[in-house]
């Protein structure tokens, strides 16, 4: 009789059930975590929210998508290998003021890594208000460390990859004393948690 037989099957065993254990913990923590699509110019992109980490940062956004804040604001600032901006200027490049501010939370341990969802500031690290961008690679140097605060993380995007990729090499130009300003104008039509 071979002895190695009964080891595979147990072996064999012990990866379907850890198997099985990844996938079902994988779409239990994913169907627990918001989501919400941006309809922009461009197609949709899906974002899955992160509360567990960033609370407050996902708390604001919601409200804003709930209120439609963004719906007719562009992506304003776009950086081909680096990020996508929006969530504050219309299509003339007019601001779309908010009292709103958010306490920093980089130090949730999310980095600022390829198609993930963060908020954008001003050198006050509890400055974010309405201003979203999308790494469209890793940026280790937005992440807080050592004390400093960074780039708060708080989503990534499940979907709508390609319409990422689209408006990131989107030419720019500068407009109004803005950079990196797309050319055609690429609006947020709609927004809707799922």
Known sequence: MNLLTPLRTVIRHIIMLVSFVIVFHGTAYAQENPRVSLITSKGAIEIELL?????????NFLTLVEEEF?????????????MIQTGGYDSDLNYKSSERRVENESFNGLK??????????????DSADTQFFINVRDNPHLDSRQGKPGYSVFGRIVDGHDVIETIELTDTHLRKGMVAVPEETIVILATKSL
């Open 112 to 125: 600022n890594k390829r198609f993930t969802l963060a908020m954008a500031r001003l050198d006050d690290p």
């Open 70 to 82: 963004y719906v007719g604001l562009v992506f304003h600032r776009v950086i081909p290998n680096f």
């Open 51 to 59: 509360p567990k980490f960033a609370p407050k940062h996902v708390a």
